[in-house]
């Protein structure tokens, strides 16, 4: 159930506040009964009137992806090279939620939905988000403990939620690394890795808030489930109260 300006707005027939103007001014009408209070809650399968004439509900759709490097998250790319928004099967405008760079890969989130993307996205959630990193040393001690406790990126000190030492290749001279953050900070892993002389050399998201990659193999991708999308509605509930 959704507020009957905000399902107006959604068919792009007009903004929200044009909406609840023509609520208040009786151009509305839901399964045929004229509608005058705002706030009044409706569902897809009601029928919605706006002044005579049947309006079209825009359905949201949700995707989960993994991510193959070579691929670019923005939904235009000026020197035409291969988006993430070309892997999915649909004709809904989707964006992706958050950034990954070109040759990271891994768990990508899209949608239709711009509030569901707002949720997920906006700093105050502290959503977390945890890659692999392969870099290419061994990470010592010292290192490790201060990366736990914090790094300045752009006057921002970014404190992991976690991490540790997945794999160590003594004979390539390589770890793999899991790192959770819950900042969005432009290019945060390298730049963390880059403060101690550390190039990643990959770079793959796992998980994000209660989203994993499952099987998924490169490029594959699925829709979320109904569940799915309430549990990331419930954190507005919660920030709200």
């Not at 909406?19 to 151009?27: D, S, T």
């Not at 919605?48 to 949201?60: H, P, W, Y």
């Not at 290019?187 to 550390?198: A, M, P, Q, Y």
């Not at 808030?209 to 990331?232: A, P």
């Amino acid at each position: 159930m959704e507020r009957l300006q905000k399902v107006i707005a959604l068919s792009g027939i007009c903004s929200r506040r044009e909406a609840e103007k023509l609520i208040i001014e009786r151009r509305v009408k839901v399964n045929n009964e004229v509608v005058t209070t705002l706030g009044t809650k409706v569902n897809r399968d009601d029928k919605i009137e706006v002044d005579g004439k049947k309006i079209k509900i825009k359905k949201f759709e949700y995707y989960l992806l993994n991510k193959p490097r070579g691929y670019v998250t923005t939904t235009h790319d000026e020197k035409d090279r291969n988006k993430v928004v070309d892997l999915i099967k649909t004709n809904a405008r989707i964006y992706p939620i958050g950034r990954l760079d070109y040759n990271t890969t891994g768990l990508l989130l899209l949608t239709n939905d711009g509030e569901f993307k707002n949720i997920l996205e906006h700093p105050s959630n502290n959503i977390i988000k945890t890659y692999l990193v392969k870099i290419n040393t061994i990470l010592d001690k010292n290192t490790l403990f201060k990366i736990k406790n914090g790094v300045k990126l752009d006057n921002h000190l970014i404190v992991p939620k976690k991490i540790n030492v997945k794999k160590i290749d003594k004979d390539k001279n390589t770890s793999i690394i899991e790192i959770s953050i819950t900042e969005g900070i432009n290019h945060e892993i390298k730049r963390i890795f880059e403060t101690f002389n550390i190039d990643v050399l990959k770079l793959k998201r796992t998980k994000q808030y209660i989203f994993n990659l499952g099987k998924l193999n490169s490029g594959e991708y699925r829709k979320l489930t109904q569940d799915e999308v309430n549990k990331v509605y419930e954190i507005k509930k919660i920030s709200n109260r």
